[in-house]
């Protein structure tokens, strides 16, 4: 009979020994697992109970569970947390066309593009405009700024501070051998003659984005959605001093705790470190 259904004999007295209770069912193949999916959930939770952040996804709870020792795969987290409903909301994309441009806009090396941009928020004296500085390898905010009116003057102070900050001063050509360059899009207060004479006078070269294209100014972008996510959509802000204030305390916790996929999950930060030590271990 097996030879002629084509079923291998062996497979047929395995399935009669388990039927007649001589050997337990067949379980999970492979190693053990040391936490239970009870347990691991647990973890989770607790984790996510721990973090300063909200809205995190699965690979963030999982890097750091990792980085406490506790070691299982991604796809399981994922699991995990879908069925304990606690993934982090997210928007459906839509279909995108040809690009305009092609190649990346991170670069491999700190300080040889930066990005801007400005945001909104709205405070007891009415609405403020927020201008920062970010640079587009490490991610790092160099520079954070809130104003009662989003003038072009406004726009500068975070490209000062950006400039003490990474380059070690504010003086003229201090950037003019790093070929750097300043991503933007061409909002009126970046595209000013005051603004483009300001990063001629550093030695930054301008890099408007594509008109319609977002996607070139992207890590501007992706970072306003953390600040919205994590600081400006979660607290009132009687004053435009107190949203100022704020974002600075936000700056320093951001650059030291905030941690990025791209970045093997260290923060911004940690990796500008990283970095140094490997270009002074190379030299």
């Not at 006078?201 to 100014?217: A, D, K």
């Amino acid at each position: 009979m097996c030879r002629l259904l084509q079923v291998p004999r062996s497979s047929v007295y395995e399935g009669r020994s388990r039927e007649n209770g001589l050997r337990p069912p067949a379980g999970k193949r492979g190693p053990k697992l040391e936490f239970s999916d009870e347990r691991l959930t647990q973890e989770i939770r607790r984790d996510l109970a721990d973090s300063p952040w909200i809205g995190e996804g699965h690979r963030k709870v999982w890097a750091r569970l990792r980085f406490k020792g506790i070691r299982t795969s991604r796809r399981r987290v994922l699991r995990l947390m879908r069925e304990a409903d606690l993934l982090a909301p997210t928007r459906m994309g839509r279909a995108h066309g040809p690009k305009a441009h092609e190649g990346t806009i991170i670069p491999k090396e700190p300080n040889r593009r930066w990005g801007t941009d400005m945001t909104v928020a709205l405070t007891g004296e009415g609405n403020a405009a927020i201008f920062f500085v970010i640079d587009h390898a490490t991610a790092e905010l160099g520079g954070i700024h809130a104003a009662r009116h989003g003038t072009r003057w406004e726009a500068i102070e975070p490209l000062r501070q950006a400039a003490g900050q990474q380059l070690g001063g504010y003086a003229e050509g201090i950037a003019s051998g790093l070929d750097l360059e300043m991503r933007h899009d061409h909002g009126g207060q970046f595209v000013s003659d005051a603004y483009q004479q300001e990063l001629a006078f550093l030695g930054i070269r301008s890099s408007p984005t594509f008109v319609r294209e977002p996607e070139g100014n992207g890590c501007a972008e992706r970072f306003i959605r953390t600040l919205k996510e994590q600081l400006l959509w979660l607290r009132r802000f009687e004053t435009v001093e107190e949203l100022r204030l704020a974002l600075h305390e936000f700056k320093e916790r951001y650059n030291r705790e905030w941690r990025l996929e791209r970045l093997g999950y260290r923060s911004p930060r940690e990796y500008r470190e990283s970095l140094r030590t490997c270009m002074e271990t190379a030299a």
